[in-house]
């Protein structure tokens, strides 16, 4: 079956460093992997998108990699804030494009 | 401009009861989502529409749960006989089109005694 591993711990960092979450796939590789923002009580919020075929992605503070050898997507927030305290989904879609698959989720608290 | 809403934000019901939740999308947007997220877990797929119909409710677990979109607008997920294991926040999303952004609704936290 096709899974989405991200760590259920969660990661305390502080200000001003670096954030890096993992999400791991199982199976054969998604067409595109998701990341999103979801604060507690409220819907996720999209974020990136990263297809199979790139290896990177930027959006401001944020980078994402796609490694297809490790399985294996990582989520950067650089130059990190107390506001970006969340949990972050990675979530997979096939190439049909809709039933998105979403993992567990990783919290994040950034100290002040 | 106006996001997904659902309604309501909040139900509490007795097992055995029948439930409906309602979600409405952003304005133009074709395809509709529904997804299931209970405490700690990410949303769990439900049913996908893309207009009218339903191209895939392979994720509703069971023959009680049965969503429509009649008008290709406004979905309702209905819930007969719940069963205190459907507790959970059910989350509705719209896009576009398949495969673009998917933008949530705030969810409706459901619980079943």
């Known amino acids: 079956s096709q899974k989405i591993e991200q760590n259920s711990e969660a990661l305390n960092i502080q200000e001003g460093k670096t954030a890096t979450l993992t999400c791991n796939y199982t199976?054969?590789?998604?067409?595109?992997l998701q990341w999103y923002r979801q604060d507690p009580g409220r819907g996720p919020v999209f974020l990136l998108l990263i297809r199979e075929n790139e290896k990177e992605k930027r959006k401001e503070r944020l980078k994402v990699t796609f490694d297809t050898t490790l399985k294996q997507s990582l989520f950067h927030i650089t130059a990190s804030q107390p506001a970006d305290s969340a949990t972050y989904l990675c979530?997979?879609?096939?190439?049909?494009?809709?039933?998105?698959?979403f993992g567990a989720g990783t919290r994040l608290f950034v100290k002040a | 401009g106006a996001g997904v809403s659902q309604t309501p934000s909040n139900k509490v019901t007795e097992k055995g009861k029948y439930v409906e939740l309602r979600c409405d999308p952003i304005?133009?947007?074709?395809?509709l989502y529904w997804y299931r997220q209970s405490l700690g877990q990410g949303p769990e797929f439900l049913i996908y529409f893309q207009g009218t119909g339903a191209a895939d409710d392979s994720g509703l677990p069971n023959d009680r749960f049965f969503a429509v979109r009649p008008e290709g607008s406004v979905s309702t997920l209905k819930i007969q006989r719940t069963e205190r294991g459907d507790s959970a926040v059910y989350l509705c999303?719209?896009?576009?089109?398949?495969?673009?952004?998917?933008?949530f609704g705030p969810g409706t936290r459901l619980l079943v005694l």
């Open positions: 999303a719209s896009s576009l089109n398949q495969r673009e952004t998917q933008y």
């Open positions: 304005s133009g947007h074709t395809a």
């Open positions: 979530a997979r879609l096939n190439t049909g494009g809709f039933k998105t698959i």
């Open positions: 199976n054969y590789s998604p067409a595109y």
